[in-house]
């Protein structure tokens, strides 16, 4: 009996609920056993060899309408050697359902996905149980939320091969923006000591604590505001992050460009901290690109430069940052260069101011700031840096989080696709591709 008041509502939505689920299961399982998935006497059991019907086996799926019992045909291979054992069973039924090798079914599995890149496994499993009635252990959500991850990581790297392989050629985005950036820049993510072992770090006993994350940020700005300023378009940011080395980590970001139009757009820039890899892989996989350092970056330069200084600069020091500032703003290096260089610095001191000053004159075309304004350019990654911080951080950097390498780089594939579905809803790209001639 439907009793009154809130209380009384929600213990009947949840009862309701239960028994929908229950009855669910119920009549996806009658569906389901209609084919029993007797495929003939004999199947290829995927290894080459013919794999033998030996009778019905059950099988219990979790699935988002709840539990449900399958009975299909179940063949042997006694050629396939499965570990140590010999011989190998195998349901055609369940890889036509895409169950094979995990009792979630697909639409559980991507739902916990889902969930499991949004929040810790544990949070998830509370949020599958409280809102969708669905109970998973933590364990479980975490395992299909991995392989979920693993997939989509394993899909982005088969259409970059693609893609730069030009087997596959993306027709332009349309229309097409005027232009086009990229962000490029690295994160740490803390992982299990085993996954550092080896490796320097900058805590105080010199281990590592955490594995670089090399991400790109693609987005589009076709306007500038009243004041001259540009603006970033709305949902147009693509992401693309791995804990591969330099050189891969190159091809999924050449791969992203050019499914982004970067052969195409007017204007194509790069934006980056500094660091020489950025720009090794902008030179080699976009050579036309403008490269711009960071200008937040250049500012925290300045801030170390001055403090080499510092004991030279005495009282002026605010005043003469402030000049250097100005300077950086216009993109006159020479001018930081020269108010360094009228100082008679040895030994130490002067090793130390050369080697800030050396960031700046590495850099000088590419802080050409004030040039870049005057072309309406995005001189900062601000622009993007929340979005770097919530694809990466916000899920793998809270506190007491220690991850492997490849279950980090299966969220963070999930995350990053997930980031970047938004586009993808407004600009299709599935549809938008031809095969090479
Ligand atoms: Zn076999």
Known sequence: MLGTGPAGLAAAEALIREGMLRLGGKVLGELLSADPGYRGPVVACGNGHEAVFTGYRGKIIDTVVGEVRLRRAWYHCAACRDGHEHGRGLAPRDAELGITGTSLSPGLAAMTATAGAEVPFARAAGLLAELAGIRLTVKRVERAAEAAGAEQAAATRQQARLITGREVIPLPPSPLPDKL???IDGTGVPVTARETAGRAGKGPDGRARTREVKMAVFFTQDTLD????????????SYIATFEPAAAFGDLVRAEGIRRGADHVRQLTIIGDGAAWIWGIATSKFPEATQIVDLYHAREHLHSLTRSLEFMLGDHRD??????????DYGYIDGIAAAVRTYPLEGVKKDEAEKELGYFLNNAPRMRYRWFRSRGLFTGSGVVEAGCKSVIGQRLKQSGMHWTVSGADSIIALRCAQASSHREAICPSRHNQTPAA
């Open 181 to 183: 950036y990229m962000v």
């Open 319 to 328: 005043e003469w940052l402030a000049a250097r500032m100005e300077d950086l």
């Open 226 to 237: 009243h004041k001259g300023y540009p603006v970033r378009d709305k949902v147009s940011s």
